[in-house]
């Protein structure tokens, strides 16, 4: 009797795992769309472009969960979000007729702000381990 209720438990987290992988990867994947068109107006390139970001994204995603890197990193994923929103304040501003911010000024914001959660992260790491070490 024991046997099929730890298969079901095991059924269970299985799924669940993979709903929380899904889950992710859609919220990836509607990040690249809205990065798609912010780069470019081409079809083909945003096709492309979020063909290889879907495969790169899922096995980042994996990799990420399997390492614990965002509970290791607690900053990353609120500077990911910040990231998002200054890409939609940028696209926003695009509309304003006579407003064009290049794309190379939306990426180094997008990656500035990733950069600064990642320190952001280290430096917390850091503070949390010295005063662990006086504890």
């Given at each position: 009797?024991?046997?099929?209720?730890?298969?079901?438990?095991?059924?269970?987290?299985?799924?669940?795992?993979?709903?929380?992988?899904?889950?992710?990867?859609?919220?990836?994947?509607?990040?690249?769309?809205?990065?798609?068109?912010?780069?470019?107006?081409?079809?083909?390139?945003?096709?492309?472009?979020?063909?290889?970001?879907?495969?790169?994204?899922?096995?980042?995603?994996?990799?990420?969960?399997?390492?614990?890197?965002?509970s290791?990193?607690?900053?990353?994923?609120?500077?990911?979000?910040?990231?998002?929103?200054?890409?939609?304040?940028?696209?926003?501003?695009?509309?304003i007729?006579?407003?064009?911010?290049?794309?190379?000024?939306?990426?180094?914001?997008?990656?500035?702000?990733?950069?600064?959660?990642?320190?952001?992260?280290?430096?917390?790491?850091?503070a949390?381990?010295?005063?662990?070490r006086?504890?």
């Open positions: 009797l024991e046997a099929p209720k730890a298969a079901d438990g095991v059924q269970r987290a299985g799924l669940g795992a993979f709903l929380y992988l899904e889950v992710l990867d859609a919220s990836f994947s509607f990040d690249g769309v809205i990065g798609a068109f912010a780069l470019s107006n081409s079809l083909f390139i945003i096709a492309l472009g979020l063909g290889i970001g879907a495969m790169f994204v899922r096995s980042m995603t994996v990799y990420l969960v399997d390492k614990g890197t965002l290791e990193y607690r900053f990353l994923e609120h500077g990911a979000f910040w990231a998002i929103i200054a890409l939609a304040l940028i696209m926003l501003t695009s509309v007729p006579g407003m064009h911010i290049p794309e190379t000024v939306t990426g180094l914001i997008g990656a500035t702000l990733i950069g600064l959660s990642l320190w952001s992260s280290i430096r917390h790491n850091h949390e381990a010295a005063a662990a006086l504890a």
